[in-house]
């Protein structure tokens, strides 16, 4: 069963923090990506990565960075959180070697920073 | 770029169809998908639709694309109350490998 699995599923952090959320993929995939989930404005890519140490930035990258050191991890690091980052953080990864690019999603981490 | 349009909520009574619809812009989109999330879970794939496909149907769901108004549905049969979620449409936009999301569709389903 193939899988992508997100270190935390609940998180709470204080305004200031350095907040890492961790996401490891089990299906080799050279994609990997971050976005947020927000009512009403649905999924907004914050970074992606097509390759270890490799990324590039999603719409709403402010405030944030990535890690790719290994090709099935890829973090997502907030420098300094603040409240307006409390969200749900969905992780997903997609082959690069078929047509059909799918997009497999982890269970999300719903991080509140207050 | 690439924009993905739907509407926030959609509510049907058990048992009627749902028609779930989704327009973009970008025509050279090779892939179309529908994704459902439900509630606490992250994003699974329902189905998806080639950009030289017209219509394809898989048990309860049907999914129809018109690439001259650049229009994507998903219409649910007999729609169960374990059919509400939230329904995302998406595509891969012609110069990109990463996918586009609509904001998502609310469909709730009343006994």
């Known amino acids: 069963d193939v899988k992508v699995t997100q270190s935390s599923r609940y998180l709470v952090k204080r305004t200031g923090e350095k907040v890492f959320l961790e996401c490891v993929q089990d299906m080799d995939h050279e994609n990997m990506f971050w976005y947020r989930q927000d009512p009403g404005l649905g999924l907004r890519l914050i970074y992606f990565s097509y390759d270890v140490k490799m990324k590039e930035k999603g719409d709403i990258p402010e405030g944030y960075s990535v890690s790719r050191e290994k090709k099935e991890r890829f973090s997502l690091i907030l420098e300094s959180a603040s409240t307006n980052q409390t969200s749900m953080y969905l992780c997903?990864?997609?082959?690069?070697?078929?047509?059909?690019?799918?997009?497999?999603f982890g269970q999300g981490t719903r991080l509140t920073v207050v | 770029g690439e924009d993905v349009e739907q509407s926030l909520f959609l509510s049907v009574r058990e048992g009627d169809s749902s028609v779930i619809n989704c327009t973009y812009t970008?025509?050279?989109?090779?892939?179309l998908y529908w994704y459902k999330q439900e509630p606490g879970a992250g994003l699974q794939l329902l189905t998806y639709?080639?950009?030289?496909?017209d219509m394809k149907q898989d048990q309860r769901l049907t999914v129809l694309l018109n690439k001259k108004d650049k229009h994507l549905s998903l219409r649910i049969a007999d729609t169960q109350t374990g059919d509400s979620a939230i329904y995302f449409c998406a595509v891969v936009p012609g110069s990109q490998g990463n996918l586009i999301f609509g904001k998502g569709t609310k469909l709730s389903v009343k006994p």
């Open positions: 970008d025509s050279s989109s090779t892939y």
């Open positions: 639709i080639f950009s030289n496909m």
């Open positions: 997903a990864s997609s082959s690069n070697r078929v047509v059909n690019t799918e997009a497999f």
